[in-house]
């Protein structure tokens, strides 16, 4: 989880030392473990470092490639052995991440970007050919963020230097803003118009003029994975999770897991202890971190996580949830949040986060965030039916409409309808209720801003890969975006993993048979019994964990903690229907049944546009006078999204 920063002046002009110096300072915080740095004329490329491998302790970055390329990387290159066969002369054993990363791109240029797998981005600059090319990972767990200007490029890790000293205001990206009241800004937007992130599975090729974006890599739809039994689908389950967990135990330093009782976390953890039992992990223990709040009816995971607890004969970190002021940035004043975000953390949990990470002296957290979405977590029969439907075989159809209508206690018809309009244009049959805008949104706002208000929502397509393969695809995209808002933490420094969304492993479950996962009656069906015997029974039969929480509920319902009754900054610059939203409020109050979420991210934007845009003297950053950009970059995000 280092942190990069570059400036190239097109005309090769000096990179002004203040400003560095002030770069420097703003990324200090974020990379504790050494600061190098790269000058040539008309750029400056910084690295901070925040090691969390033994190899990345060798490490010198930035890197000069034989080509005479600068390049940052910020890193886990989980294939490092076969690369290191691939390029063996010029490569060895003891060649760090950074030298192999180098090597690949010097041997296939752009396509070695297909080649790496792990959770990365990388920036190359290049004198020679007046370029520079920005690129991250599959699934986008690392940021990487880029200003264009008429005269020269500037490029971070972090939102805030290119934001806090860019010596000017930044018109507010209104189709960011209605992607974070939907389900998640596009990947490739961030709340500053002319700062972009680059996308993932993509690379950025930058040259003064000329700003090109192409993808690098794609699942494949025609790939299948067949075997006679449901044995062998568990057998390479196992095989291709476990490789998964694996991979994010390369550490020098004591790992620590999410523990929240539910599957996807308990898998994680078990399978990590077997791992490191039989001596295939680098690192030299595993610690858990658990939150529990006993008092919440539709919350009580301690039951859950202490069976794993017990299982594994060690007790982990346990922090009680507590959400007085949930709904309110715990921030000082003088903290600069680059986006906005919800925390239902109190300063106080966030303080006991941070002094487990100091304690244990974790530098690795792994989060079981994905594992519901891919593993068949949604128990929903419309993909299957769809590539029933599309097939044509209409037995095997009528057949599954029967059993999942029994299930579902709904009439078949309704199923039936429900996947045939997948496939037809949301003109025609409308957007599905629980991704309807809020009321409370303005009505200019929702027209403008609908796809993304919607998440981005499109139909199948009828002709094109099965329909099955096509909604994971959209699955993984709404990940994306998700991961995308998860910004770092100075305070808890910690590199987030995500063994869920490892690539093999999500390559693995996009080409087996739709029945593996769900069943009539039946979700995350290979998880359930590909884990029996490491996860406690306990854990594998609970029900789906429920997230109807009541104090945040009661937080927004309470006038003092909303602090919405007034006016508000998203209705004085049309985001926000007034009126509507008091209706609204009153509504939650008398117990009317209202999306939660959606009001806690309107709560949370709320907070944050009062703290970036009112009255903030130097927090002022954001001007907020017109609608967000349109034209050549509008037509290379649908690109991107189909």
Known sequence: MSVQFGRWNFDGGPVDREYVGKVNALLAPYGPDGYSSHSAPGATILYHAFHTARESRREKQPHISNSGA??????????RNELIRELADVLTTNSTDVE??????????????????????????????????????????????????????????????????????????????????GFFPAAHLTPYIGIDSVPPSSFVRLQP??????????????????????????????IVFGEAVRRRLRSDSPVLAEL????????????????????????????????????EPNWNERPYFSQVEEKRRKKGCHIAVAYLNGLRLNLSSETFL????????????????????????????????????????IPTPVPELADLLRAGRFKLLFDGLTAWALTKRRPWLHLLFETVRTFLPVVLVGVPQNRQPASWLNRDFSMRYRLALTGYKTRLKLFGPRPSFQESLKTLDA????????????????????????????EFLCAIPRAQLVRPGERRLLARHAFIGIVPSKVLSRKRKAYVVRKPIMALADSSHTDMYGPTVGSRIGIIDHTKLMCALEGLKRGDSISTVALMRMTALEAWLERTISNGGRRERLS??????????????????S
């Open 209 to 238: 003029g000329k700003c090109e974006i192409q993808k690098y890599w794609d699942f494949d739809p025609h790939k299948r994975i067949r075997y006679r039994t449901d044995a062998d689908y568990e057998e390479h389950f196992r």
């Open 338 to 377: 680059p986006i906005p975000t919800i925390s239902l953390a109190t300063r106080e949990m966030q303080a006991e986060f941070s002094k487990c990470l100091l304690s244990q002296r974790n530098r690795v957290v792994l989060s079981g965030t994905g594992g519901d979405e891919v593993a068949g977590g």
């Open 624 to 641: 907020c006078t017109g609608r967000s950009r349109v034209g050549s970059s509008e037509g290379t995000v649908q690109t991107l999204l």
């Open 100 to 181: 192999i990363v180098a090597a690949a791109y010097e041997e296939w240029g752009e396509k070695s970007f297909a080649k790496l797998i792990g959770d990365w981005a990388i920036a190359i600059w290049s004198p020679v050919t007046r370029s520079l090319i920005l690129a991250k990972d599959v699934i986008g767990a690392r940021h990487l963020y880029y200003a264009v200007e008429e005269s020269r490029i500037t490029w971070s890790t972090i939102l805030d230097p290119l934001v806090l000293l860019a010596g000017r205001k930044f018109q507010l990206c209104e189709e960011y803003i209605a992607g974070w009241l």
């Open 70 to 79: 600068v390049i940052t990387w910020d890193g886990r290159l989980d294939n």
């Open 479 to 506: 990940l994306r975006r998700q991961i995308q808002c998860h910004g770092l933490r100075f305070d808890a420094l910690a590199e987030t993993c995500y063994p869920y969304l490892d690539r093999d492993l999500l």
């Open 260 to 295: 929240s009782g539910g599957m996807d976390s308990s898998s994680i953890v078990c399978m990590a202890d077997e791992i490191i039992a039989r001596g295939m992990a680098e690192t030299p223990r595993l610690d858990t971190i658990s939150y529990y709040d006993d008092s």
